[in-house]
């Protein structure tokens, strides 16, 4: 909650207005605008509901009153070009039930980005702040109000301002404070400083902004604390894309050994960290701090004031600004993780192991068959496997070294191992960190009891002071109790692993089957089969995977060929795409595994067209592994992809699909591109 201004004199309040909204106006770029007179170019779209304009303007409304059968309203922009960095800043009000989302959609391509996302109601308007960042080509932004279904719930937009600049930058000029919110509690709060209106015995500072009395900024002021035990906490607008660089803001602080103060990131999860803390006890004028964030994944900065004593002074807060170079030559450089990624197609990366007696880890190769699942990378690639058959001795302890990442970052690690012919999987596969005197500081995972003979995704996050490396390690202490480990597709990647991009999070164009089909239909005509949404193993033996490829514990989608009869066939259709003005790479795991497995076709439908092109075909059972199938294809108008199974002889005829991703082509991997089904002949160090 924003704490309300000093009540000034009402001349000296309308002279401020006017003049921050003057100076508003002037900042204000394409995609602004206020509903006073019209939409400014913004319509709905008519394939769902409509907006409609207050009588009396001033804010647009989607009702579901007078939405009908329709649970959506989409509100788009017209084509915004703005190549610089800069702020939309959103004033909406939920009420009754329902959400609203921000889009971006660049021009060209198939898919809309979600930028931001609301679903709690107010009594009051509220303010969202979304960055968007520099792109090089138009854009337009969708406003995407879905009200539930009843009486009394409704989605209104009051304006619609885009800024140039960044969502963490305010001077508090302005009446919403730049989306910046104080943290209310019953004892000691941020308030708006500055203006005519203030007590003429105020020891406070004049605004650093205009240096006069006119401007505003915030502060906190023990004057008002009655208990000590509260913080007051002014919070910033969360950030909505990664950004890095250097956080400048001006700050004044008296009787400064009666408060403290600090500067802190918060993150999605609460997780709070310290940036700043003043080096100087107080500051008769504004003085100027820098701090360098970087800010990989969504959080908020927020400072902290707390006092000790009746007469701890004050401290006040006043323009804040960003910029994407940092502000300090010694500030370590970003970096990436993916120096740590490896998916062992072509060599180890920058793995290696301890040669001690023997290599234990060897990158090995798997020809497609119906006995041995292969890679997970493609299901026809490289793996890395440690065995007793590739030492001299009975038992092994095999470890494989990552490279060195520094200290003070949070790591989230995901790899997929496998399992085969383990009696006892006691010490199969554990994970450990190491320092850079190579000595082991915590094991932070250990396999437990599950499938066997099947990739499973494993994530763990970590966080060390110091430079480290993580270690898979394997023992094997008795031959007639161990079996084959096997390791695939490492990637490290900076945050926590639950706030990350994942299958429960998927990027736009990403379908992984975990929460839900993602839009996918069925065509649904007289003597069609289905295609069905489950986890865990299809039900008819000899046919049909263990699990999905995104997880090893999650969803696919698959004909249960026991339903059907031979030649009947099943379609699911993806949502409608818009096209692109450029090829399009499509990429997606198949299974089809089974003696009278079919046949799965690819095929593409242009907008209400009812002929329809072949993209890619497999006939046939292809392996027990899922397998990668790459797709490049062009289509600029209006179509729809078309995921064809038709059932063959028996009921081992089960054919599944998983994680399908639509990116922006030519696909660089061509993968198992080819149209006729075969086995790859390229062999690497060892055949499996």
Known sequence: MTAPLHLPALSAVLAAVLLVLVKAQLQLLPGSCSFDQDTCGYASDPTYASWTVNDEGRFITADSSFMGEADRAVLVSPEIEILEWSCLRLVYQITGAGSLQVHLRPHGESFDYTLWTADKASDSWLIASIDLRNISRAYQLLMEARPNQGPGNSIAIFEIHIIPGYCLECNFEEHHLCGYSNQWNPNVNWYVGGSLARDPQSNLPDDHTMSNQRGHYMYVDSVYAKRFQEVAK??????????????????????????????????????????????????????????DIKAQHPLEVVYEVAFNSPRGGYVALDDITFSPQFCHTETEPTFDPSVANCDFE???????????????????????????????????????????????????????????LPGNHKYCLKFYYALHGFRKIDNALALYIYDEKDVAQE???????????????????????????????????????????????????????????????????????????????????????????????????????????????????????????????????????????GPQCLTFFYHMYGSGTGTLSLLLRRGDSLKERLLWRRQGEQSISWMKATVDYDCSTRHKIIFEAIRGPSIRSDIAIDDIVFKKGPCKDPGDSISYSGFSENFNEIEY
């Open 346 to 404: 072509e060599s180890l990366c920058q793995y290696y192991q301890e040669r001690v007696g023997g290599a234990v880890w060897n990158r090995v190769s798997l020809r497609p068959n119906v006995y041995r699942i292969g890679d997970h990378t493609t299901g026809s690639g490289s793996f890395l496997m440690a065995n007793t058959r590739f030492t001299s001795r009975p038992g092994y302890v095999g470890r494989l070294h990552g490279p060195y």
């Open 234 to 291: 002014l919070v910033s607008p969360m950030t909505t894309t990664p950004m890095s660089g250097c956080l400048s803001f001006y700050y004044q602080r008296n009787q400064a050994r009666g408060n403290f103060f600090s500067v802190f990131t918060r993150d999605q999860l609460g997780h709070y960290e310290e940036i700043w803390r003043p080096e100087v006890y107080a500051t008769s004028t504004w003085k100027l701090v820098q701090v």
């Open 443 to 581: 094991k932070i995972w250990t396999v437990s009891e599950g499938s066997r003979d099947m990739w499973t995704e494993v994530e763990v996050t970590y966080q060390k002071p110091m430079s480290t490396k993580i270690v898979f390690v394997s023992i094997c202490r008795n031959f007639w109790d161990c079996g084959l480990v096997a390791l695939d597709d490492i990637t490290v990647t900076l945050g926590d692993c639950s706030v990350t991009t994942g299958p429960l999070r998927p990027p736009p164009g990403h379908c992984y089957f975990e929460t839900g089909d993602c839009g996918y239909t069925q065509e649904k005509k007289s003597k069609k089969g289905h295609w069905l949404r489950i986890r865990g193993h299809t039900p008819t033996s000899y046919t049909g995977p263990k699990g999905d490829h995104t997880l090893g514990v999650g969803y696919f989608m698959y004909i249960e060929a026991s339903h059907m009869l031979h030649g009947q066939l099943s379609r699911l259709l993806s949502p409608e795409l818009r096209g692109s003005v």
